[in-house]
C-alpha cells in the first residue's frame, strides 16, 4: 500500500529547532527531504559529545539506514554544499551514496550574493535583516524565468547559460552603489559546481512518487519559519520562499493528499534574528538572559537573535495555515528556575483585543499577557515538573493540537517522546 508523507516545519522565526527533532525521528523515515530555503539555514544536531550544522544537507543524514534528498523548492549554493559535505565525509559520515539533488533546484550563484549584499545595503534602516546567502535574488530569477538549474548542469550549454546570467547580474548591479567582491569568487564556484556534478540527480518528484507507492514513508523537511514565509510571514520582513506546508507540496511535487502529519516546532518563548515586527519581544535584561542560558545566536550567521515571551494568537496562526496535527516543544529547560512565566494570549489591536493575527504587526500592537508559574530544572529522565506540565496544557487547549515531543537540552537523547492522544 503507498506510504504517506509526513511534514515538519518551524512554526515561529526559524531556528526552533528542526534540525534536532529531525535527526530524533529520522529512523522511523526510510526518505528525509528539504523542500525549501537554502543555506540561510542552519540546522542544529547534537550527539555523542559532538556539534554539526546542517545548511542544504537534510538532518537525516546522520541515521545510516536514511535517503536524504534536496527538493526542488531548496536554492542551492555549490560552494556552500561541497564544504558541508567536506565536513561531513571528515568526520566520517557516508554523504554521497545518500544524498539526492533534485534537477529542478535552483542554483545560487555568487553574483546572487553580491546582489542580496546590494539590495540590503541599499535599504539602510529599512534592511530585512537577510543572511546574505543570495537567497532572495535565486528566488527572483527562479519566478523571473531566469534561473540555472541542477539539471542544466548535464546540458552542453551550461555555460552559456550561467554567462548571460551573470551578465543580467552585472547589468543590474550597475544600479547598486559598487559593492566589494570576493576575490575568486567565480573559479570558486565553478570548481564547486565540477565537484557537485559528482552527486546522484534526480528527478525528485517522479523519485517520491515510487517511494511513496513502495511503501515507505517520507519525511518532509523545513526551513525558516511560518512567520518568515514570503505570503503569511511578516512582510516584507521574511524570506523569499514558502515555508509553510504548501511549500511542502510545491517544493518536492508531493500532491496534498498524501501528506498525514504535520508537526509544527515550537520553542517555549520566541526568537527572532533579523529585522522585522516581534510583538513580544523582551529588550531587557529578561531577553539577555534567555539568549545567554539558550545560547541564542545564528547557527549561520552567529547574530544574536531576539528573544521573548511565547506568543499563542501566532503559534495558533501557524497551527491553522499549516494543518500542524502535533507540535514539539523546545527548549523548556532554557526557562526553568524562573518563578514566573509569561505567555501572550492576544493582542490589543485599534481598541480591542484579538486574538488573531493582525495584516500589520509593526503598529499598534500591544501584547496581553497572562502569567504563570514557572518550573524547576527539567530532564527528559524524569516526570516533567507540574508547572511544565501546566504549562503544556495550556498551549494545547489555546491552539487545539497535542504536544507530542518535548525537547530538554539540545543533545539527541535530550527528548521527550508523549502520547499523542494526550490532548486535554
Ligand atoms: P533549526 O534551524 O530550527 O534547526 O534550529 P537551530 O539549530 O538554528 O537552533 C536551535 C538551537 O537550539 C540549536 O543550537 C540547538 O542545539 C538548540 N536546541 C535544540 N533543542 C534544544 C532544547 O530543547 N534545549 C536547549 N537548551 N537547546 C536546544
Ligand atoms: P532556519 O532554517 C532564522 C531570516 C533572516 C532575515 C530573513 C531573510 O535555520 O530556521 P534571507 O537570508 O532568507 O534573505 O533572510 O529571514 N532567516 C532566518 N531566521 N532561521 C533561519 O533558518 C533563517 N533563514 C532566514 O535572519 O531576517
Ligand atoms: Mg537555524
New binding site residues.
Given amino acids: 500500500m503507498s506510504a504517506r508523507m509526513d511534514v515538519l516545519l518551524?512554526a515561529q522565526?526559524?531556528?526552533?529547532g528542526?534540525?534536532k527533532v529531525v535527526d530524533v525521528i529520522a529512523p522511523e523515515y526510510p526518505v528525509i527531504a528539504r523542500f525549501q530555503?537554502?543555506p540561510?539555514?542552519?540546522?542544529t544536531l547534537i550527539f555523542e559529545g559532538r556539534k554539526h550544522v546542517l545548511h542544504t544537507i537534510p538532518s537525516g543524514v546522520f541515521r545510516g539506514g536514511t535517503m536524504n534528498l534536496v527538493g526542488n523548492g531548496v536554492v542551492i549554493d555549490p560552494i556552500v554544499l561541497m564544504k558541508e559535505i567536506s565536513a561531513l565525509e571528515a568526520v566520517g559520515v557516508d554523504v554521497r551514496d545518500r544524498l539526492l539533488l533534485s534537477r529542478r533546484a535552483h542554483l545560487i550563484l555568487p553574483t546572487h550574493r553580491t546582489l542580496?549584499a546590494a539590495s540590503e545595503a541599499e535599504k539602510g534602516k529599512q534592511r530585512?535583516?537577510?543572511?546574505?546567502?543570495g537567497?532572495?535574488p535565486t528566488y527572483m530569477d527562479k519566478t523571473g524565468r531566469n534561473g540555472l538549474r541542477v539539471g542544466d548542469l548535464e546540458r552542453s550549454d551550461m555555460m552559456d547559460r550561467y554567462s548571460a546570467l551573470v551578465r543580467k547580474h552585472e547589468r543590474l548591479l550597475g544600479l547598486y552603489e559598487p559593492m566589494e567582491r570576493p576575490v575568486d569568487a567565480e573559479t570558486e564556484w565553478l570548481d564547486a559546481v565540477a565537484r557537485l556534478r559528482e552527486l546522484r540527480f534526480v528527478d525528485s518528484e517522479n523519485y517520491l512518487d515510487d517511494v511513496l507507492r513502495s511503501g515507505k514513508r517520507v519525511l518532509a523537511e523545513?526551513?525558516?519559519?511560518t512567520l518568515?514565509d514570503i505570503d503569511f510571514g511578516t512582510y516584507p520582513?521574511?524570506?523569499?520562499?514558502n515555508t509553510i506546508c504548501a511549500g511542502a507540496c510545491t517544493g518536492l511535487g508531493v500532491a496534498p493528499n498524501r501528506i498525514e502529519k504535520v508537526v509544527g516546532i515550537f520553542k517555549a518563548y520566541c526568537?527572532?534574528?533579523?529585522?522585522?515586527p516581534f510583538p513580544t519581544e523582551l529588550n531587557d535584561e529578561l531577553g539577555e538572559a534567555i539568549r545567554a542560558k539558550g545560547r541564542e545566536f545564528?547557527?549561520?550567521?552567529g547574530?544574536a537573535?531576539r528573544c521573548g515571551w511565547l506568543d499563542l494568537p501566532a503559534l495558533r496562526y501557524a497551527v491553522t495555515i499549516n494543518g500542524v496535527t502535533e507540535l514539539a516543544m523546545m527548549k523548556a529547560d532554557v526557562l526553568a528556575g524562573m518563578s514566573s512565566v509569561r505567555v501572550c494570549t492576544g493582542y490589543r489591536h485599534q481598541g480591542r483585543v484579538t486574538e488573531r493575527m493582525p495584516y500589520d504587526l509593526t503598529t499598534d500592537i500591544e501584547p496581553v499577557y497572562q502569567e504563570m508559574d514557572g518550573w524547576g530544572e527539567c530532564s527528559a529522565s524524569d516526570p516533567l515538573p507540574k508547572a511544565l506540565e501546566h504549562y503544556i496544557a495550556h498551549i494545547e487547549a489555546a491552539v487545539g493540537v497535542p504536544v507530542t515531543i518535548v525537547s530538554l537540552g539540545p543533545d539527541r537523547a535530550e527528548t521527550l517522546l508523549r502520547n499523542a492522544a494526550a490532548l486535554h
Fill in positions: 518551524g522565526w526559524g531556528d526552533e528542526k534540525g530555503g537554502g540561510n539555514a542552519g540546522h542580496d530585512i535583516g537577510s543572511t546574505l546567502k537567497i532572495g523545513g526551513a525558516q519559519g518568515l520582513f521574511v524570506t523569499s520562499s526568537t527572532r534574528v533579523g529585522s522585522g545564528g547557527s549561520t550567521t547574530r537573535r
